[in-house]
């Protein structure tokens, strides 16, 4: 039943080989069911030669085929053991022993060529496979014209029987082989019909068309999609001066042309480049055109290429770079210095106003690590800042925020404010990228500390003072008061934060105020 089925399955008109190595399968399947069949139809099995003839070409027959099966060799290997067994190995022996080159089996020397030409090509392998047969042929003639007597293992009641099979075996195997390469072939042209309409799908999904220029006809040629690019008709042609007039930039294409068809052959120019054209749709569109030249005996006479829109992408690269522009101006405008940090490697990336807070130039301290940057942190802060840290890995805040005091390089300290939040994180959850700014306020803090000073010697003085004192805004509204709880007649809660002249009577308010102004 499986002899059956195999049978079927090498004859098969619908079989298609999906590669060489499953061709490479079925040509020895073919081989060996030819020698089975061979040897049973002449039920040779009586005599142990022929016995011993079967099992030594079967067997490394089917070792091959197991050998292709798991890959042990290469398949160009593979396929010239194959045709080594069949040519050396089975019709060598066969045409020896069934009377030389008048045996019928010598037409199958045909074989082992046809083999190598339809996995192989027309190659110096081939050539070598023929060169081999014709040395058999000359070898079987040599030894014919010298008288040698070939022996004859068939009996001469079966020679008539013996030549028809052999011929049908021969036609059967050549059909066989037929079949195998019109069916490889069908697959090819299915393989590169579906690769076709992927590209063609694949072109119309990234809006991508071939066009041609032919320099002699001065020419240009447009597919279907090329033309919905360009705005043009089914039927409507333009000469090279007429294409030119899409472009912006119309003496950059031009120069590209130029070059293109100058160029000398495996030193060819190229044409890889984006434009800007204006449509037949009065519509401004980015497009990548792709060239390259054609040339007949070494000149170039035009060029192949492909164009694709590009405008979607285009306009995003331009917004996203005047957005990083005006990023750049917002950055440079509050004077706002940016770190990157890598947590995972320890890399920080700062930009130019970062390096300026400290007095470097960026060549001076880049490239940076975390460690690096613990040189330029004032050491009394170290720690303040580490620790804010750690409350941020640690959840306690939503983001980084720490003043620290950083080492300038002519050696005064400057104030930053530190800033930062993790954007990015590892596969496995680790924080990878953390992203903040330093903001330099030293001038904030110096004139804190001035107020802080100015402050303690203003409550110093107004305690040094004896009287009953009390701090009025210039609106009249109180802010402090110094005297003991015994000279108040009133708690302060009475009087903090309002005006006096809601505190006193209308009089002694009109008079207070009053004297206000001829003090002031």
């Known amino acids: 039943m499986k002899l059956i089925q195999q049978i079927k399955k090498l004859l098969s008109i619908k079989e298609i080989f999906l590669s060489k190595e499953k061709m490479l ?73 069934t009377g030389g080159l008048r045996s019928p089996i010598t037409s199958w020397l045909l074989l082992p060529p046809l083999v190598s030409i339809l996995l192989i090509g027309n190659n110096r ?14 070898l079987f003639s040599v030894l014919t014209q010298l008288n040698y007597r070939f022996p004859n293992l068939i009996e ?33 042209l299915l393989s590169l019909e579906r690769t076709k309409v992927m590209l063609e799908k694949s072109s119309e ?7 041609s220029i032919d320099f002699e006809s001065r020419k240009l040629k447009c597919n279907k999609l090329a033309r919905e690019i360009h705005g043009l008709k089914s039927n409507e042609e333009l000469s090279i001066e007429e294409y030119i007039h899409f472009f912006q930039d119309k003496e950059a294409y031009l120069s590209l042309l130029e070059r293109v068809k100058s160029s000398i052959l495996n030193k060819e120019e190229k044409i890889d480049s984006e434009f800007q054209i204006l449509t037949k749709r009065k519509e401004l569109v980015w497009v990548r055109i792709i060239g390259i030249p054609v040339f007949e005996e070494k000149e170039c ?52 106003q970062w390096a300026s807070f400290i007095g470097y130039n960026p060549s001076e301290i880049f490239p940076c690590s975390a460690d690096d940057l613990r040189n330029y ?56 990228w953390m992203y ?13 500390d001035e107020l802080t000073k100015s402050e303690s010697y203003a409550r110093s003085l107004i305690e ?12 009249g509204i109180f802010l402090d008061y110094k005297a003991q709880d015994q000279d108040l007649y009133s708690q302060p809660s009475f009087f903090l934060g309002k005006n006096f002249r809601d505190v006193f009577p209308k009089k002694l308010g009109q008079q207070i105020d009053k004297e206000i102004a001829e003090a002031i």
């Open 25 to 97: 399968l079925r040509f020895i399947d073919l081989s060996a069911l030819l020698v089975v069949s061979y040897f049973i139809t002449f039920s040779l099995f009586h005599n142990g030669l022929q016995l011993f003839l079967l099992s030594l070409f079967l067997v490394p027959l089917f070792s091959l085929r197991f050998a292709v099966i798991k890959k042990v060799w290469s398949l160009r290997l593979s396929l010239h053991l194959l045709i080594g067994l069949i040519c050396i190995g089975f019709i060598m022996p066969m045409i020896y022993f």
């Open 125 to 138: 392998s081939t050539k070598s496979w023929f060169g081999v047969v014709l040395l058999v042929l000359i």
């Open 156 to 188: 001469e009641h079966l020679k008539t029987e013996h030549v028809l099979l052999s011929n049908i075996g021969l036609i059967i195997s050549v059909f066989a082989l037929a079949l195998i390469a019109e069916n490889w072939k069908n697959n090819v």
């Open 205 to 211: 999904t990234a809006r991508i068309g071939t066009w």
């Open 301 to 352: 006479v035009g060029i192949y290429g492909l164009i694709q829109d590009i405008n979607g992408r285009k306009s995003a690269e331009i917004n996203l770079i005047k957005e990083r522009q005006r990023l750049d101006y917002v950055i440079q405008g509050a004077k706002l210095g940016t770190w990157e940090w890598n947590i995972q490697t320890g890399e920080i990336i700062f930009n130019e």
């Open 377 to 432: 942190v004032y050491p009394a802060d170290a720690k303040r800042a580490e620790d804010a840290m750690t409350d941020y890995f640690n959840g306690a805040t939503d983001f980084y925020q720490c003043e620290m005091r950083m080492i300038h390089k002519e050696g005064h300290l400057i104030w930053l404010l530190v800033q930062g939040k993790v954007l990015t994180w590892t596969e496995d959850g680790k924080p990878l």
């Open 436 to 448: 903040g700014t330093h903001y330099e306020n030293t001038k904030e803090k110096q004139l804190i």
């Open 464 to 475: 040094s003072i004896p009287d009953l004192l009390f701090v009025l805004t210039q609106e």
